[in-house]
Nanobody
Framework: QVQLVESGGGLVQPGGSLRLSCTASGIRFSASYMRWYRQAPGKQRELVAA???????THAGSVKGRFTISRDGAKNTIYLQMNSLKPEDTAVYYC?????WGQGTQVTVSS
């Protein structure tokens, strides 16, 4: 079955950290260009970070220095380590590979 499954979201205080995971099945993960997106209420979905099959990463300016995308080929999983979280990071976070999307995981940053 071809799917992406995210986990790791939750409620965290400003300044806190979370690590999101996205496990892929049914795709050629080792050759996959993977992305994390997020969508806040009333806003368009935006690209947060991306990682090539070779491990080259890019991060949106709004998260650079705070978020880090990584991948583990042995586990068919990508991660998004999120540090120094801010209320404006509150959103549903989605994993993406080409036209395939996960179900999303909610991240809420609030005191």
């Amino acid at each position: 079955q071809v799917q992406l499954v995210e986990s790791g979201g939750g409620l965290v205080q400003p300044g806190g950290s979370l690590r999101l995971s996205c496990t892929a099945s049914g795709i050629r993960f080792s050759a996959s260009y993977m992305r994390w997106y997020r969508q806040a209420p009333g806003k368009q979905r935006e690209l947060v970070a991306a990682i090539t099959s070779g491990g080259t990463t890019t991060h949106a300016g709004s998260v650079k220095g705070r978020f880090t995308i990584s991948r583990d080929g042995a586990k068919n999983t990508i991660y998004l380590q999120m540090n120094s979280l801010k209320p404006e990071d509150t959103a549903v976070y989605y994993c993406n590979f080409d036209g395939l999307w996960g179900q999303g995981t909610q991240v809420t940053v609030s005191s």
